[in-house]
């Protein structure tokens, strides 16, 4: 089975910088994609940043700028550096991995972290 666990949330100020990590663990033939995600309180979960099995990335346009995303295939994990981090940025931070296939001829599926909360405040 395959599991992704994050790491690097916490709280901090605003203006200030964290680093979040995603390692997948198990065995993995490819991933297509990787990326971040975010959920505040009673909002939608959206997309933060994706880099694609190419290596192209894409952010969402109130990140763009501030955050950095990531990944060092041999370790299976994805980061995202986050700087000049603003109140609104405060939410619980997913990994995903998409379309991730375990052995040649399976057929890939989405993967999720279990999320890790980034708070923002003074």
């Known amino acids: 089975q395959v599991q992704l666990v994050e790491s690097g949330g916490g709280l901090v100020q605003p203006e200030g910088s964290l680093r979040l990590s995603c390692a997948a663990s198990?065995?993995?033939?490819?991933?297509?994609?990787m990326g971040w995600y975010r959920q505040a309180p009673g909002k939608q979960r959206e997309l933060v940043a994706t880099?694609?099995?190419?290596?192209?990335?894409n952010y969402a346009d109130s990140m763009k700028g501030r955050f950095t995303i990531s990944r060092d295939t041999a370790k299976n994990t994805v980061y995202l550096q986050m700087n000049s981090l603003k109140l609104e940025d405060t939410a619980v931070y997913y990994c995903n991995f998409a379309g991730l296939v375990r052995r040649v001829g399976d057929r890939g599926r989405d993967y999720w972290g279990q999320g890790t909360q980034v708070t923002v405040s003074s």
């Open positions: 198990g065995s993995i033939f490819r991933v297509n994609a």
């Open positions: 880099i694609a099995r190419g290596g192209s990335t």
